[in-house]
């Protein structure tokens, strides 16, 4: 009999942990499957690990990796993918907002022969205006730097094991999985599905976190912002090179132009563009920084299972 595993990353969830044991155990109903749950608890302040410990003492089937501190998004599902033991696991996030019930055509589709099979989303469910706006732009930034069109793509998927197999040798401690998931290839398919409302709580991605978190995957996964500094160098040599043809023209006409505020305009864009251009750079060196050290992606304080 298959054997499916669930990576289920949660900061916070205390309230969200029980439901979605429901929500899950309802859906293998209809599937003629086993399953384990890996939560991966990312250093919570609230009771989310005792949630998960009282469900453990009553269904060994829910396991728990608990970080000694947070360590993001990232680093969770990497800990879940590496843990598990399933024949393809499916990761999806512990508010309900990922419908447990789509396992079922995800796990269908495996069955046809499909390794990654991506949840797309329909609709955005419920955001602010703003919000909404800076959504749209990250995705549209992202999917330009990293060539890859992640414009309702989510980090809900199926993964068969050979999939899971490759992503856990990756050696980088920035990682960036959704996109990740794509690189490696493999037979891939989607379904669709509705963003529900969290069962409980607030969502922990604001507009800054959101765009905090844009930068750091377009610098981790794409080398565009520095092709970007080529291009801004490309065109300022071209003003350049054109305002020295008119002074140049002016000259031989003896007509002398008033060029001091095109002078001034010229050295303050100048200056913000090299500084612009050094914090691209600054990000990239941090990130190599980051890496050479070596330090572990996560660490594990604890573990259930």
């Not at 293998?28 to 608890?41: G, R, S, Y």
């Not at 396992?103 to 022969?113: F, P, T, V």
Request: glycine letters at 8%; hydrophobic letters at 40%.
């Amino acid at each position: 009999m298959d054997k499916l595993s669930l990576v289920v990353p949660c900061f916070n969830e205390q309230d969200n942990i029980e439901p979605l044991y429901k929500a899950i155990l309802e859906v293998f109903n209809d599937i003629p499957a086993t399953f384990e749950l890996m939560f991966v608890d990312d250093g919570s302040s609230d009771g989310t690990f005792a949630k998960i410990s009282q469900l453990h003492e009553n269904d060994d089937r829910v396991k728990c990796i608990s970080f000694s501190r947070n360590f993001g998004k990232e680093a969770a599902l990497f800990a879940g993918i590496r843990n598990v033991t399933g024949d393809c696991t499916v990761v999806l996030d512990a508010d309900l907002q990922h419908p447990p019930e789509l396992i079922k055509e995800m796990y269908s589709r495996w069955k046809e022969g499909y390794q990654v099979v991506e949840g797309i989303k329909q609709s955005r469910g419920r955001e602010s205006a703003i919000h909404g706006i800076f959504t749209r732009l990250f995705y549209r930034m992202i999917s330009h730097a990293v060539k890859i069109d992640m414009a309702n793509s989510s980090d809900y998927k199926l993964l068969d094991k050979s999939v899971t197999e490759e992503l856990a040798k990756l050696k980088e401690r920035n990682t960036f999985f959704r996109a990740l998931s794509f690189w490696v290839g493999f037979k891939k398919t989607s379904v669709c599905y509705e963003v529900a409302d969290r069962a409980s709580g607030r969502s922990k991605w604001s507009t800054k976190s959101l765009m905090k978190y844009a930068i750091k995957n377009m610098v981790c996964f794409s080398y565009t912002p520095l092709h970007i500094i080529s291009i801004v160098g490309i065109l300022f040599v071209l003003i350049a090179l054109g305002i020295g043809i008119d002074a140049l023209f002016s000259y031989f006409r003896n007509s002398s132009a008033s060029g001091f505020p095109t002078i001034v305009f010229l050295l303050l864009v100048g200056f913000g563009g090299c500084l612009i251009s050094l914090g691209i750079i600054g990000i990239y060196i941090a990130q190599i920084y980051d890496e050479v050290k070596k330090r572990p992606q996560y660490i594990i304080g604890r573990r259930i299972g």
